[in-house]
Nanobody, 124 residues
Framework: QVQLVESGGGLVQAGGSLRLSCAAS????????MGWFRQAPGKGREFVAA????????DYADSVKGRFTVSRDNAKNTAYLQMNSLKPEDTAIYTC?????????????????WGQGTQVTVSS
C-alpha cells in the first residue's frame, strides 16, 4: 500500500521560508517522479514542481522558479520542497504525488498516488 505523508506546512509572513516534506512508503520509488501540486482557495489544482527520483531531473512552474527548490533523500524515501521568498499568492494546500511512468512531470493525470496535503498560509 503506497502512502505519501506531507508535513512542514504552516503560517509564515511574506518573504519567509518553509520546507515541506513528503515521506513515501509502500514500495520502491527509485523509478518514480515525485511531484508537488497546490490548490488555492477557489482555484483549481496546479503543478508546482517535480523531481525524477532516478536521475534527479527537476521541473518547476514559472511562478515558483528561482524561489522554490525540490529535492529528495533516497535513504529516507522522502521528497522536499524548499520554499523561499514566499508571497501571499503562494497560499494554498500543497500536496505531493507519485508518478510511476517514465514520462512527463506536470500533468496531474500521470500521478497515481497522492498525499492528503498540508496547508501553507503566507500573510502580507
Amino acid at each position: 500500500q503506497v502512502q505519501l505523508v506531507e508535513s512542514g506546512g504552516g503560517l509564515v509572513q511574506a518573504g519567509g521560508s518553509l520546507r515541506l516534506s513528503c515521506a513515501a512508503s509502500g514500495r520502491t520509488f527509485s523509478s518514480y517522479t515525485m511531484g508537488w501540486f497546490r490548490q488555492a482557495p477557489g482555484k483549481g489544482r496546479e503543478f508546482v514542481a517535480a523531481i525524477r527520483w532516478y536521475d534527479g531531473y527537476t521541473d518547476y512552474a514559472d511562478s515558483v522558479k528561482g524561489r522554490f527548490t525540490v529535492s529528495r533523500d533516497n535513504a529516507k524515501n522522502t521528497a522536499y520542497l524548499q520554499m523561499n521568498s514566499l508571497k501571499p499568492e503562494d497560499t494554498a494546500i500543497y500536496t505531493c504525488a507519485a508518478n510511476p511512468k517514465r514520462i512527463g512531470t506536470m500533468m496531474m493525470t500521470l500521478y497515481d498516488y497522492w498525499g492528503q496535503g498540508t496547508q501553507v498560509t503566507v500573510s502580507s
